[in-house]
């Protein structure tokens, strides 16, 4: 009971962030998460035959390489275009104009690979796969952000430019 | 470096919003890894392994979690790289051989991430354009995600810690991420501190001047600008997607890869019977044949629909997500194993007419045999049951994966020891 509060306590970050407990803790995650990555790279050679195994490590390294060299100086470039653009404007403003965006790319993201797969993947032979009309969803979903972006911008910079008279620079 | 660093500066970006982001997707990571796990033993379960068959609706709840859990890491995923990503830049880039080899594992966690949540999104698009086997690399990268996981909460258990709560001040040696660049060289601009005056020479010059000239975000405004956007687009990705088993979400089910009530006698398939390759010609002439030991009993359809019939409302629960429920009416599969004089404890073996797929041969404990919900079910919805739903016989038991609910029942083998 005692030695159970004791290590409760000691675990707390708080309490033992310099502290021996700190320590305890790092090295038992560190090494409960190495013998999970050995264990999951045996599952791997174990049950996918090696001649596979060179495509699993290209996706992997395609995939860091998509997200660091296209999606993120995308996201960068836009929000610093979008800044500039909107220097006039309000923070909350080019928030939610950026938050629109934000939002509207991460369906889109989803929902792109969904329209490609009607023609291309099991869906053609399996009508209940994939029976939406995918696209015009999609197209319903940006009109529908671009209005509530719009009308939150609106109302946003509305507020700003009667807060701007009451308090003249 | 500085000058990428600080070209990257927003005030979302620092070490307490990457503790909120990462609690989130941690959890979201546990969620799909503890489900995941729950889903791969039902499918291939270790010797001895037995399963609770209610709520009968458990392995809907389950695996429908999965899947929401998996596409709601889409936007939380990259929020948090998004917010660590000026690390990538960090100067030196290696500092010692424990720095590289930390260095290599986060590398390691974000492709396998990446990777995994993709795949998995698309499995449930039934589309497979990579070049090895789905469900041995998803399983196999779940064991790489979550050693990852425990190995980089490990490493930044301190800066977790601190940033754990929120406080006004941090403390002192915040040296994490942009924010942390000195004041003295966020003062001027870049092009200042570089070449002495603000102007711009070459395209670099240019593009820097162009960065500086940008007005910076607002801080609060950004932050709380950041958070709402995760926020919301994690509700939308769920949200738009769940009602393809979640059922008060149907009328907004707009993305989802399936859809309540689309299907033959209004349900959906995971596998058509062309598919299967199963065809009147194969279903001719079929009996369904119940062995135990030396005994072995067949049964025409006319005779399975003259013993005692039960009616059950139970959900077809497919691994990719989707769920229906459905009104079942057949034969208590223990009334059958009662016939041939199995025992209490018996397991058995159930084939399908399909002559290829991995799931044509399965096996079932004695917790679903002995289920009185456990149907060989004759009749979907008040009618015949249709070719494309196992006619003239398949499976319904509660709580287990479509997959094991065996479509085109041929023989029903109990698993003697």
């Keep these: ?169 | 470096m500085y000058e990428a660093q600080r070209s990257l500066a927003s005030p979302a970006r620092n070490p307490r919003m990457a503790t909120v982001i990462g609690r989130l997707l941690g959890a979201a990571f546990l969620v799909c890894f503890g489900t995941g796990l729950y889903s791969h033993f039902l499918q291939q379960p270790l010797p001895g392994m037995r399963f609770p068959t209610r709520p009968e609706f458990l392995y809907q709840f389950t695996e429908g979690t999965h899947i929401i859990a998996g596409i709601a890491c889409f936007p939380l995923l990259l929020a948090k790289l998004y917010v660590v990503f000026p690390d990538l830049f960090a100067y030196p880039p290696v500092r010692s051989f424990v720095h590289l080899l930390e260095r290599a594992s986060i590398a390691l966690f974000v492709g396998a991430s990446l990777v995994q949540i993709t795949i998995g999104l698309l499995n449930t698009y039934q589309w497979y354009p990579w070049p090895f086997p789905f469900r041995q690399v998803h399983f196999a990268l779940a064991w790489v995600l979550i050693g990852s996981l425990a190995l980089h909460i490990g490493i930044k258990l301190p800066i977790i810690a601190r940033f754990w709560r929120k406080r006004t001040d941090y403390g002192p040696g915040t040296d994490h991420l942009t924010d942390a660049v000195p004041a003295e060289r966020v003062a001027g601009t870049e092009a200042e501190r570089l070449w002495g005056s603000s102007r711009s020479t070459g395209l670099t010059g240019r593009l820097i001047a162009y960065l500086d000239a940008t007005p910076p975000a607002a801080e609060k405004v950004s932050r709380r600008g950041f958070l709402a956007t995760v926020g919301v687009a994690v509700a939308a990705v769920v949200g738009l997607t769940a009602g393809q088993t979640f059922a008060p979400l149907d009328a907004v089910n707009a993305f989802g890869p399936r859809k309540k009530g689309v299907g033959q006698q209004g349900v959906p398939v995971n596998r058509t019977s062309k598919q299967a390759n199963v065809t009147e010609a194969v279903i001719a002439g079929w009996v369904l044949t119940v062995t135990h030991g030396g005994v072995e009993r067949s049964f025409t359809r006319p005779e399975l629909e003259r013993m005692p019939q039960t009616e059950v409302t139970l959900p077809i629960a497919c691994v990719e997500g989707w769920s229906q429920m459905a009104a079942w009416r057949g034969v208590r599969l223990r009334d059958l194993a009662d016939l041939v004089g199995a025992g209490a404890d018996t397991s058995f073996k159930l084939v399908s007419l399909e002559e290829r797929g991995s799931f044509r041969q399965t096996q079932m404990g004695p917790e679903y045999v002995r289920d009185p919900l456990t149907l060989v079910a004759l009749e979907l919805n008040g009618e015949t049951l249709d070719l494309e739903h196992g006619y003239p016989a398949r499976m319904i038991a509660p709580g287990r994966p479509g997959v094991l609910q065996t479509k085109w029942l041929s023989r029903i083998e109990a698993i003697t020891a």
């Design chain 1, 1 to 169: 009971m005692n030695q159970v509060s004791t290590a409760s306590v000691a675990l707390t970050p708080e309490r033992a962030a310099p502290g021996r407990g700190m320590r305890v803790a790092r090295a038992t995650l560190v090494l409960l998460g190495a013998a999970g990555l050995a264990w999951g790279a045996w599952v791997m050679v174990d049950t996918v035959r090696i001649a596979r195994l060179p495509g699993v490590a290209l996706w992997v390294g395609a995939a860091i390489l998509v997200h660091d060299a296209v999606i993120a100086p995308l996201v960068f470039f836009g929000g610093v275009l979008l800044r500039r653009a909107g220097r006039r404007l309000a923070g909350t403003v080019v928030a939610v104009l950026q938050g629109a965006i934000v939002l509207g790319s991460i369906m889109t993201l989803i929902v792109v690979p969904e329209i490609v797969a009607q023609t291309q993947g099991r869906a053609p032979e399996n009508p209940t796969v994939l029976p939406l009309d995918y696209g015009t969803n999609l197209a319903v979903f940006w009109v529908v952000i671009a209005v509530l972006g719009t009308a939150a911008s609106a109302a946003l910079y509305a507020r700003a430019s009667r807060a701007g008279r009451r308090r003249p620079l």
